[in-house]
């Protein structure tokens, strides 16, 4: 089975095709550039460059969030169309599952983080058991420090990725002193290919209903919320 | 006999999700829009990312229907038009998204369209057009009037200096407190009044260009200055003086224009030209002008719909425009650059 995975949701871009197990061809940038602008071109590129067609395509596995709501909504429609008018199946693998891949070998738990402005992060909290990546605590958005407070209670040494990592090092590392680990930046591009296979296990989801996993409400809807509470 | 040409449209600048096929760039063989105004209504306003979100909601539902409505396959779509500017630029990204997936998946020409190119061009799916031409365009975002010498050349020979004559009306109807979208409220409340009440007419002579942030202010003032004296003014009635002041202008900047450039005929455009009482000065104006054409779309054609982008489409096209995968939204886009 041959698969597609697109991920647009953050900084990065990143662009991947998976044949079985194996990964035949990547992409990422990490650079400050347009996604809507560039995904269409590199998947193209990517996938002539493996020799593929369009028929080939078995299955799309996209970046759902959470991240950039643009950068999210580009890749998401992307996949959504291609799945729908190819007539292949569609799944969705959190932002941050994947990046948490990257923490493969080590032995603790794994917080993958994206900034999400004014001291908060986009989070969740994962661990490799064996092969086996599993969720410890669903994805979220907190101020940095709060998160700290939250994992501190694992008592067990945890792993922080991402490009982002460097805006909130301080203040994590001052909550959890020698348990928080920090991965080195070669480590800290989420990785397409780990989305492609983890997506390849995945079952399909409906295309027309799925939607970005965007964490938080937009602004305005959470206000009108709030003023119908009062 | 040649081949029918069949363009996809795809449209999402604003509020609606749209997609539509039409044939031979006349043709509709379907227009499916859904509308978000009901989400929006709890704002007061559009609210970009409450509509980018709606968009992806609906974008492949709405891609669905408008090829089965139709009853094509993918081998028969000539080319995909869709909206490349101006409009919310977040909104703009989901259809233009959406159009490059399908272009690439399929290998069919990608063709970008200004909005405004498409409200002009909703006027082929009514009746042939002939040249020269001259359209207004009024809408939400947009008071303009623009001279076409030929299919896909656009010349802007006036514009507004501020706010747009539905910003206008949108902001008289909070001033009323009539709820959004405020427009057909006023439009409504215009028929039952009398246009009773001085409010300024913007001339601005020897230009073809428009103004309305001083009539919004003088509508404003006139209010606050009889409450100020205790006095009652009738909704009704100045909603009627605004009304009658946009329209007036509106239609003798058009009709001066339309003679001054010897046009064949004059096409409405835009969401305003819903307002039935600008149809009606329009129709009034030009009856004894009888060499020039007025052609009015039905009220499903003024409105933000996929048609109108694929009508557009299907002429640039034809005119060897392509769009490539690199194809991105513009909230800026001019309309003549927009050729090529
Ligand atoms: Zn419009």
Known sequence: ?230 | MEKDQIILGIETSCDETAAAVIKNGKEILSNVVASQIESHKRFGGVVPEIASRHHVEQMTIVLEEALNQAGIGYSDIDAIAVTEGPGLVGALLIGVNAAKAIAFAHNIPLVGVHHIAGHIYANRLVTEMKFPALSLVVSGGHTELVLLKEHGDFTVIGETRDDAAGEAYDKVARTLHLPYPGGPHIDRLAHEGNPSLKLPRAWLEGSYDFSFSGLKSAVINTLHNAEQRGENIEPADLAASFQESVIEVLVTKTLQAAQAYDVKQVLLAGGVAANKGLRAALTDGFESLSDIELVVPPLYLCTDNAAMIAAAGSVLFQKGKRSSLALNGNPGLDIEQSMF
């Open chain 1, 1 to 230: 089975m041959t698969v597609l995975a697109i991920d647009t949701s953050n900084f990065s871009l990143g662009i991947a095709l998976a044949k079985g197990d194996q990964v035949i061809g990547e992409y990422i940038t990490n650079i400050k550039k347009n996604h809507s602008l560039r995904v269409m071109p590199a998947i193209e590129r990517l996938v002539g460059d493996c020799d593929l067609k369009t028929a080939d395509l078995k299955k799309i596995v996209v970046a759902r969030g959470p991240g950039s709501y643009t950068g999210v909504r580009i890749g998401v429609t992307i996949a959504k169309t291609l799945a729908w008018t190819l007539n292949i199946p569609l799944a969705g693998v959190s932002s941050l599952e994947f990046l948490a891949a990257n923490g493969r070998y080590f032995t603790g738990i794994v917080s993958p983080l994206f900034d999400a402005r004014r001291g908060q992060i986009f989070t969740g909290l994962y661990r490799f058991n064996g092969n086996r990546l599993e969720t410890i605590l669903e994805d979220t958005n907190m101020l940095a420090t709060e998160w700290a407070g939250k994992i501190k209670q694992y008592n067990q040494p945890v792993l922080f990725i991402g490009n982002d990592t460097p805006l909130h090092k301080e203040a994590l590392q001052n909550i959890l002193g020698d348990a928080a680990f920090f991965a080195p930046p070669a480590l800290y591009n989420p990785r397409p290919g780990e989305l492609a296979l983890l997506g390849m296990e995945k079952e399909g989801e409906d295309i027309h209903s799925f939607v970005p996993n965007y964490v938080r409400l937009a602004e305005a809807e959470a206000k009108w919320l709030g003023q119908q509470r009062d």
